[in-house]
């Protein structure tokens, strides 16, 4: 199991300040509402939710935080009706971008990620232009320091992992969503802990971007990010890694 996953370019995100934490937490919270509001609020048995506390608590939201969220969607406590949608589009340099909403006003959201796309050079599309080129998986990425090749492969596939590839520093596993948990909890036994480890849409190929054109796709995926009702977005690009660095500075 080896090859390049290309994964530090898709996954690249613009590191978040300390202003941001609160528009964070309130992304996690809308999306442990819907996960309770469908599956319940009992996290054993709805894996959805299961997921959607991990990540606030990798985003340290409060307990207290969370558990007024989980009743907020059992109808417990009161609280905004919010659905899940799906956008798809083109950013620039033909990058295709697929976006994870939680709203409680379609109309609006869309207007908004329309207006989005438009201001900075993308279109957006109809429902499966581009949701075809992406695939759910569990997506986990070890430091290199922390375990060795060998080691890693065998905790991996013997815990459900489909891949294992050598990203530069990091190493990535790949799992079907099924087995992701089981994967991420036999590293933490083991004693590795990942440096990340989410349920994303990783896309069957990748288009490369440079200079302005990959300075303005980074520019549209932070200003989709910047809207409340944006969980996630997910996109094919490829960015050359010293270009990648110069854009981070």
Known sequence: MAGHSAWKNIKHK??????????????????????????GGDPDSNT?????????????????????AIKKGTGELTGDDYEAVAYEGYGPGGVAMLIDVLTNNRNRTAGD?????????????AAGSVSY??????VITVP??????????????????EDVTDDGEVWVITAEPPAFRGVRDALLAAGIDPAEAEL????????????????????????LEDNEDVQKVHANYDIPEQELAALER
């Open 144 to 161: 290199k320091a922390a375990v060795a090749e060998e080691r890693l492969m065998e905790l991996a596939v013997e815990a459900g992992a």
């Open 14 to 39: 613009k590191a978040k300040s300390d202003a941001r934490k609160g528009k964070i937490w309130s992304k996690c919270a809308r999306a442990i509402i819907v996960a309770a509001k469908n599956g």
């Open 113 to 125: 990620v329309r207006l989005i796309f438009e201001k900075h050079g993308g279109n957006l599309g």
């Open 200 to 223: 994303a849409m990783v896309p069957s190929n990748t288009v490369e971007v440079s200079g302005e054109t990959a300075r303005r796709v980074l520019t549209l995926i932070e200003a």
């Open 133 to 138: 080129l992406f695939s759910a998986k569990g």
């Open 48 to 68: 959805t939710l299961r997921y959607a506390i991990d990540d606030a608590k990798a985003a340290n939201m409060p307990k207290a935080t969370i558990e007024n």
